[in-house]
């Protein structure tokens, strides 16, 4: 079973950066596209980006050019590089691994494992 645990949260001033980790344990994420949610305060929960088991990138509009998703096989672990954040950045993060991909619209649909996320806030 595979299981994710996120790490790199915290609280930054705006325009910092921060790197969050999905690693993985108990099976291999080679073959499954990795997608980073997060859920503010009052709102749903959105797909910020994704990265398939091809290295395919997908950004949602307000992080293009400041987020970058990456994925280290040998390490097992999925980054988010998260730079210029902005307070409406603020929100638990999560990640989650699917074999399927349905577009960043859809995209929790594909996944069938998730992390229990780490928070962002990002305020002066």
């Known amino acids: 079973q595979l299981q994710l645990v996120e790490s790199g949260g915290g609280l930054v001033q705006p325009g910092e950066s921060l790197r969050l980790s999905c690693a993985a344990s108990?099976?291999?994420?080679?073959?499954?596209?990795i997608g980073w949610f997060r859920q503010a305060p009052g709102k749903e929960r959105e797909a910020v980006s994704a990265?398939?088991?091809?290295?395919?990138?997908f950004y949602i509009d307000s992080v293009k050019g400041r987020f970058t998703i990456s994925r280290d096989n040998a390490k097992n672990t999925v980054y988010l590089q998260m730079n210029s954040l902005k307070p409406e950045d603020t929100a638990v993060y999560s990640c989650a691994a699917g074999e399927d991909f349905y577009g960043l619209g859809s995209a929790e649909y594909g996944m069938d494992y998730w992390g229990k996320g780490t928070l962002v806030t990002v305020s002066s």
């Open positions: 990265i398939t088991f091809d290295g395919r990138t």
């Open positions: 108990g099976s291999t994420l080679d073959y499954y596209t």
